[in-house]
DNA sequence: GCCAACGTTGGC
DNA sequence: GCCAACGTTGGC
């Protein structure tokens, strides 16, 4: 089971209070080509973190990967698409201000590649959120 | 609101 | 196939 995280704009966009109303979405309107193939790469069962960008900048949540990827067949620039479903919202947010501060994301994606919307979250560093998430 | 980073487009 | 121009994203 593989950790990925997922940015969406709360205002503008999508939040984690409209995957937790509706419960499963459809995760699109990805189109650049790295996101695309880590989005290919998704399985039934690995996880997704939802992260706030703009002016939150923060991890909200954690959702599931709900099917295989899939050509979406309404937007054929879009190639890949999945179904994520809801698994909870974070009492206790983790801020873009932490993951900076920890040495241990000094390499991740979402510290040096802060455009890509879509990315692989390595196993050590998913456990480091979810623990101050859950308040240990 | 500004701007850096970076991806994409199109002229040559 | 190079690269300048342009558009977009997202942090600050």
Redesign the pocket.
């Given at each position: 089971m593989k950790y990925y995280l997922g940015?969406?704009?709360p205002e503008q966009?999508y939040s984690i209070d409209d995957l937790q109303k509706e419960g499963r979405t459809l995760w699109d309107?990805i189109?650049?080509?790295?996101a695309l193939r880590f989005i290919s790469e998704m399985r039934p069962g690995d996880k997704m973190f939802i992260?706030?960008?703009?002016?939150?900048?923060q991890i909200v949540g954690l959702a599931e990967i709900d099917s295989d990827p899939f050509p979406n067949p309404d937007d054929p620039?879009s190639t890949w698409t999945v179904y994520v479903k809801f698994l909870e919202k974070f009492d206790r947010p983790v801020t873009?201000?932490e993951i900076?501060a920890n040495p241990d994301c000094a390499n991740w994606y979402?510290v040096?590649?802060?455009?890509?919307?879509t990315m692989p979250v390595p196993g050590n560093i998913a456990q480091w959120i979810l623990d101050i998430a859950h308040g240990k």
């Open positions: 940015k969406t704009e966009d309107n189109h650049n080509a790295l992260y706030h960008s703009q002016k939150q900048r620039t873009l201000a900076k979402l040096r590649h802060s455009r890509l919307s």
